[in-house]
């Protein structure tokens, strides 16, 4: 069942990086996303996030990574975009470059609405139209073009 990744992303989960280590970026934008949804403990997310992509990396190929990991501080799913136009290495399984970090935080439980979000935003991001837009476009009209 595919699900509505346009629900869960806001303007202000949307972030331009410059290139820099993995993981530094991966800090970054965990906290930007934890200070912009109010989370309590923004190093509890940002923990969650860079042991999780310690333990595999989530770069899924065709300069897409996903990083993901299930927190307490939030109810819902958030979806939090990091564009990287230079792109970064990212051990990812086709070892290309990543220029698109789709980050998802996840509320405990809710395993199967996560598995069919996550599916809808791979399957989003790896069309090569909707790539260049998560990429190019500015964070109001990329929301706009959401499906």
Do not use: C
Not at 8 to 19: M, N, P, Q, S, V
């Amino acid at each position: 069942m595919e699900m509505n990744i346009k629900k869960y992303i806001r303007e202000d989960l949307i972030f331009d990086l410059k290139a820099g280590e993995k993981l530094n970026i991966l800090k970054e934008m965990a906290g930007s996303i934890a200070d912009a949804a109010g989370f309590g403990s923004r190093e509890a997310f940002v923990k969650d996030i860079t042991d999780r992509e310690k333990q595999l990396s989530t770069g899924i190929g065709l300069g897409i990574a996903v990083p993901h990991a299930q927190t307490e501080e939030t109810d819902d799913f958030l979806v939090g975009i990091g564009r990287i136009r230079e792109g970064i290495l990212f051990e990812s399984i086709d070892d290309k470059p990543v220029h698109i970090i789709i980050m998802i935080a996840r509320p405990v439980g809710r395993q199967k609405d996560y598995i069919n979000l996550l599916a809808s935003v791979v399957s989003y991001a790896k069309n090569k139209g909707n790539f260049n837009r998560l990429l190019k476009e500015n964070p109001q009209k990329l929301i706009e073009s959401l499906k």
